[in-house]
């Protein structure tokens, strides 16, 4: 079945610092992996994503790493920041069932930045 | 834009009351969706919709009723709750031309059943 884990149920860094979060996923199927950042009290916000045919995607400040062979996806957050304290989820699409290409969501990892 | 907007922000209800929570868009989205969040999880799909009088159940849709008779409202209705839909709702959007990938959240209600 499908399944998305966080290796890490709380990352803490200090401000300044380069954050790593880390997915391990099982559905060899999915065509897109996607990052969303969590502020607390707030609804996700969509960060960046990759396509199953890429192995690296920059955006500003971030860095979304693919490795399909072992199944894992990274984010790389440079030079954290207070701003960036979040809770991030994974995102995997499942295949498409009933024209719908649904979403599954990890369960998340606190990134907690320290001054 | 205000993107998406839910109401209300909290409610209380009493097991076996009913409700609808609000959810409208103003980006002109063709799809909509309603999550549930439970402490410490991710995200759950209870039903889905791509446009205008399409709707369909995700993957924990019992309890609960959806309609979208217009492109930019998505109501969800809870019949006769129960303590085990306490939890945090979001609704979300996207854009046809961006897949079902890059959703949009709104502010989410969170509802206690007791």
């Known amino acids: 079945g499908e399944s998305v884990g966080l290796h890490l149920p709380t990352l803490s860094v200090q401000e300044g610092d380069n954050s790593i979060i880390n997915c391990a996923y099982s559905?060899?199927?999915?065509?897109?992996f996607i990052w969303y950042k969590q502020e607390s009290g707030k609804g996700p916000q969509f960060i960046i994503d990759?396509?199953?045919?890429?192995d690296k995607r920059q955006g500003q400040r971030v860095t979304v790493l693919l490795n399909k062979t072992v199944k894992h996806l990274s984010l790389q957050i440079a030079a954290t920041q207070p701003g960036d304290s979040a809770v991030y989820f994974c995102a995997l699409n499942s295949g498409f069932s009933g024209g719908y290409n649904k979403l599954i969501f990890g369960a998340g990892t606190r990134l907690a930045v320290h001054p | 834009n205000a993107g998406v907007t839910q109401t209300p922000k909290f409610r209380i209800l009493k097991i076996g009351q009913s409700m609808t929570l609000q959810c409208t868009q103003d980006m002109n989205h063709n799809y909509m969706y309603w999550y549930r969040q439970d402490p410490g999880m991710g995200l759950k799909l209870i039903y889905y919709?791509?446009?205008?009088?399409?709707?369909d159940k995700g993957e924990v849709p019992n309890g609960y009723n959806v309609s979208r008779s217009t492109t930019e409202d998505f109501p969800l209705r809870l019949e006769l709750a129960a303590p085990s839909q306490t939890s945090v709702y979001f609704c979300a959007s996207s854009p046809r031309d961006r897949g079902h990938h890059e959703q949009y959240f709104g502010p989410g209600t969170r509802l206690t059943v007791t």
């Open positions: 559905n060899s199927a999915s065509d897109y």
């Open positions: 919709s791509v446009g205008a009088g399409i709707t």
């Open positions: 990759i396509r199953s045919n890429m």
